[in-house]
């Protein structure tokens, strides 16, 4: 795992490598490399945090004109190297066979990596620059591509700031997502790979283009309880490759819980888990962790999170990300790696096990709904748009998420006007997948799980995780990422069989659970330790109120004061508001 920066253009020099490098130096502090190809006017570097032969020097790897530098990691290496026989690996560094394997398939090799990786490979003989992203999208890889100049990097963090100028058009987009879902960025001309995706950069012509190589999945037969609890064995212990010391995240749920049985039953010694709890018993589920944790005997540590962490850590989040997310469990999860880090370099989590299984309510709500195809009936909804209550607007509506809440309600102040922006906003979003599904009720469930998988995981979750673990240089594997899961895919709701193979290896007390979202305590810290912040949006960020009026901002504090409604809005809005006032000067015109 490690932190990649490269660029090509007059206006860059080794030192603008060294400076960029230097602001994300936490992604791989054992060591720094550089390579500059003075001819092409290109430079690359990388920060490693060393987790596979952890030998230094070993980057960047060249094989013939090709160099590479990588962040990442590569599970299927036996498998990859049998397809390139005539190569003989030098080390046992993952990262090793991209070339070989590049110089033989071309950007099909991509397709044929299992893991996790952001790739940047310069071919000088072609003078051209390839940029590749993971199929889950678990590594970032962000671009900026303008007046004959190319620069890309895991994190924006990384970009010199003349080129990051804000694009206030991604406020509404971010408003009703929580994230941008698309390739744009909350900068101009910086845009950012899509899962699945590899960019070209022609350093001749300047110009760059984008293609996808992931491969459609074919649908099989759902496979048995007793073939995923071989795979899930597989998958894990292909994940714990490591010459570090490993753990894992455990929340007490079943995905994570059987993570955690599985690595631990791999494992020669007992594992360090960790896990995060609340002083607030409502919210607090750290006793489900402690159970699985004495159940298989590893080496287990709580971090209790209180409403002074969220005051104290505010401004460290808020310059963590290099964009705006959502997720109020980006500070659970920064001070949970911050512990993590402690004890060891990687971690497994139970990441895109409700995405690939379908556990999701809103896909079982969406099934129950689709048996009645009048409620969406073109008529119906029309009259439910323009109706003045959100909650029979939401019913009625033609797509609806967990992450598409914030539209009914943080919006609902600004009328009809507000509502049709973001209604289009939707529309736009979810068209290829509406078309894909042929715009029938029935399928509505499967287009809410590709959307979440083609949207919702990389760019919210796995960025969550991503940009929180690695401010602490801790690598985050998540085994339910694995595309030998997607047979599972087809089906609403097969949380089922994977409570029925979890019950192989945890208590009742854990498979029998309902499902229980991570929750927090939003309302409390809003109305105690985030009050500043909160009354911070009484004089909202001047490119904030050029999209929802100010009005419409009050009206939501006091509403929320004085009912306690709407506190995920009030939530979304703050991260915004104090992103924006970090970012850029209130004054400032973009």
């Known amino acids: 795992m490690c932190g990649i920066v490269g660029m090509c253009g007059h206006k860059f020099s080794e030192e603008t490598l060294t400076l960029s490098l230097k602001k994300i130096r936490y992604r791989g502090p054992d060591e720094t490399i550089t390579a500059v190809f003075p001819k092409l006017h290109t430079f690359f570097g990388m920060n490693r945090l060393a987790i596979r032969d952890i030998h230094r020097g070993l980057y960047p790897f060249s094989y013939h004109q090709l160099t590479l530098i990588f962040n990442g990691e590569i599970y299927n290496l036996s498998e990859l190297q049998k397809l390139i026989p005539e190569y003989h ?3 046992t560094c993952d990262a090793e066979l991209v070339l070989p394997l590049y110089t033989k398939f071309g950007t099909k090799a991509f397709n044929l990596l299992t893991g ?5 490979i310069l071919d000088q003989k072609k003078q051209q620059i390839i940029l590749a992203r993971d199929k889950f999208g678990e590594k970032p890889l962000y671009y900026y591509h303008s007046g004959g100049q190319f620069f890309f990097a895991s994190e924006i963090t990384a970009f010199p700031d003349p080129l990051k100028k804000i694009r206030a058009s991604a406020i509404p987009e971010f408003l009703t997502f929580g994230f941008i879902p698309s390739h744009q960025t909350f900068f101009q ?13 022609n350093i001749s012509t300047q110009r760059i283009t984008i293609s996808s190589y992931s491969t459609p999945q074919t649908p099989l037969p759902i496979p048995t309880e007793n073939q995923l609890d071989s795979l899930l064995n597989n998958i894990i212990k292909g994940k714990m490759v490591s010459d570090v010391p490993l753990g894992t995240f455990l929340s007490g749920g079943v995905d994570s819980s059987l993570i955690t049985a599985i690595a631990q039953k791999e494992s020669p010694a007992p594992l360090h888990t960790f896990s995060i709890g609340f002083k607030e018993k409502t919210v607090d589920e750290s006793q489900y962790a402690k159970l699985v944790a004495k159940h298989l005997g590893t080496h287990h540590h709580h971090v209790i999170f209180t409403a002074q962490d969220v005051s104290r850590l505010w401004p460290k989040i808020i310059d963590s990300i290099d964009e705006p997310l959502s997720d109020p469990a980006l500070f659970p999860t920064y001070l949970l790696a911050q512990t993590a880090s402690k004890y060891v370099k990687v971690v497994l989590s139970g990441e895109g096990a409700d995405e690939l299984f379908g556990g999701y309510s809103q896909y079982q709500r969406e099934t129950q709904l689709s048996r009645f195809p009048f409620l969406k009936n073109p008529l ?24 598409t809440q914030t539209i009914y ?10 509502r049709s922006l973001y209604q289009h906003l939707i529309e736009a979003n979810w068209h290829e ?19 979440d998988l083609t949207y919702y995981l990389p760019e919210q979750l796995c960025m969550k995780v991503d940009k929180m673990t690695m401010r602490h240089s801790l690598e985050t594997r998540a085994p339910f990422l694995d595309a030998r899961l997607l047979p599972f895919l087809p089906t609403a709701d097969n949380k089922k069989i994977l409570r029925h193979v979890a019950a192989n290896y945890l208590p009742p007390e854990i498979t029998h659970r309902p499902k229980h979202g991570f929750t927090l305590p939003l309302a409390k810290w809003l109305k105690t330790v985030l009050r500043p912040e909160l009354n911070n949006l009484h004089q909202a960020h001047t490119l904030l109120t050029s999209y929802l009026s100010q009005n419409t901002i ?6 929320f004061l004085s009912t306690g409604a709407n506190e995920l809005t009030l939530w979304n809005l703050l991260t915004l508001n104090s992103w924006l006032n970090h ?4 004054l400032q015109n973009p």
């Not at 001309?189 to 950069?201: D, F, H, P, V």
């Open 189 to 201: 001309n910086i845009s950012k790979l899509k899962a699945g995706e590899y960019a070209i950069y």
């Open 433 to 451: 997948f509406i078309t894909n599904y042929h715009i029938n009720p029935r399928l509505i469930p499967q287009c809410l799980q590709q959307h």
């Open 116 to 120: 996790m990786f952001a790739i940047a």
């Open 89 to 91: 690996p030098q080390t």
């Open 554 to 559: 009050n009206l939501l504090v006091d509403d």
């Open 409 to 418: 309600q943080s919006l609902w102040h600004g009328g009809y006007n507000t």
């Open 583 to 586: 970012q850029v000067n209130p």
């Open 380 to 403: 119906t909804q029309f009259i439910a748009f323009h109706t003045a209550n959100q909650k029979y607007w939401r019913l009625f509506s033609p797509i609806t998420s967990h992450y």
